[in-house]
């Protein structure tokens, strides 16, 4: 196995060093305080942009919370290209809150509006719903683009982890229904399968932060049964066709359970005929794309998404 990054392993040790009860056993309030805590200890605060507006929009399962970021000095009679972000979570944890740095990097490196959307979340609400919250966001985002002063011919979608899975379900259901048009799909260590059975689950199954058990804890409080978790909207990997999808980056960690799934995801975006930018983050952990304060790759990573979300922005 290869060495970690220095920065990684002192996180790591700081983590594993912890006592933590069963997740099976432990109030998922507790669980949920717990991860907003270890990801706000490893960022620092995002950058000043240009204004940061709550709204609240409708869905097919009720209200959905998304916040919207504008760059400095957009202007009011010029469109911006827009980025809809859906956060890491395992379907079950986080919020807009612990990705507020994220989302404030890529709106001023990418010069662009980003729609930042907080899609429900398991056990409350099981699958599809997160799934439908984040289609229904994209929806609205395309249709109320000259409202915010977007342009709906350049609307790119991305997240991390499970995030990553809800923006590839995203361009896939675009494209099934006819829209809307996406320009670019930005995926950093996306979750593309459930079957939980491959290499790097094995090989990175404890002691890099995400482990197997935690990826079974959070499927068991999203899916309600098997069959959901063979489903496309599942599991983007499993699409027979992934053909005529825009453009995507692909990020992963050498480290992580979920790495195996997502170089087959970008190897069958490539196979295809898809214009996927693949990269591998050596000696890297899940997690990294949100941990400024304590990783130097998590910002420039940040730049190299931008940049790829600018060239995308160029040339709808």
């Known amino acids: ?49 240009g204004k940061v507006e709550d709204r609240k929009i409708p869905g097919p399962h009720g209200p959905i919370p998304i916040r919207i970021y504008w760059p400095a000095g957009a202007s009011a009679t010029k469109p911006l290209p827009v980025y809809l972000n859906f956060h890491g979570s395992g379907y079950v944890v986080l919020g807009l809150h612990t990705h507020d740095h994220v989302c404030r990097a890529i709106c001023n490196d990418a010069e662009c509006i980003v729609v930042a959307v907080d899609y429900r979340k398991g056990p409350e609400n099981r699958f599809p719903k997160g799934s439908d919250d984040c ?26 982890s499970a995030g990553g899975c809800l923006a590839a379900v995203v361009a896939q259901r675009a494209k099934a229904e006819g829209g809307p048009k996406l320009v670019f799909q930005l995926l950093v260590y996306p979750v593309t399968d459930t079957r939980e059975d491959t290499s790097s689950y094995k090989t990175y199954a404890e002691g890099f932060l995400l482990t197997a058990e935690l990826m079974h804890w959070f499927f068991d409080r999203y899916f309600s049964n098997e069959v959901e978790k063979t489903t496309v909207t599942a599991a983007p990997l499993r699409a027979p066709d992934v053909s005529g999808l825009p453009p995507a980056m692909v990020m992963v960690a050498s480290h992580d359970p ?20 693949y990269i591998n983050y050596q000696g890297h952990i899940h997690g990294f794309w949100t941990a400024t304060g304590r990783f130097d790759v998590a910002s420039q990573a940040h730049k190299t998404a931008a940049a790829a979300l600018r060239k995308a922005f160029r040339n709808p």
């Open 135 to 160: 289609w229904a966001s994209t929806v609205w985002t395309a249709q109320h683009c000259a409202e915010l002063g977007g342009d709906p011919k350049r609307i790119a979608v991305g997240g991390d």
């Open 258 to 277: 979920l790495f195996d799934e997502g170089v087959a995801y970008a190897e069958k975006l490539k196979k295809a005929g898809v214009p996927t930018e």
């Open 1 to 49: 196995m290869k060495p970690l990054d220095p920065q990684v392993q002192a996180v790591c040790d700081e983590v594993n060093a912890q006592e933590a009860g069963s997740l099976w056993e432990r109030p998922i309030a507790d669980i949920r305080k717990d991860f907003d805590t270890l990801v706000l200890e490893l960022a620092k605060p995002g950058p000043e942009v």
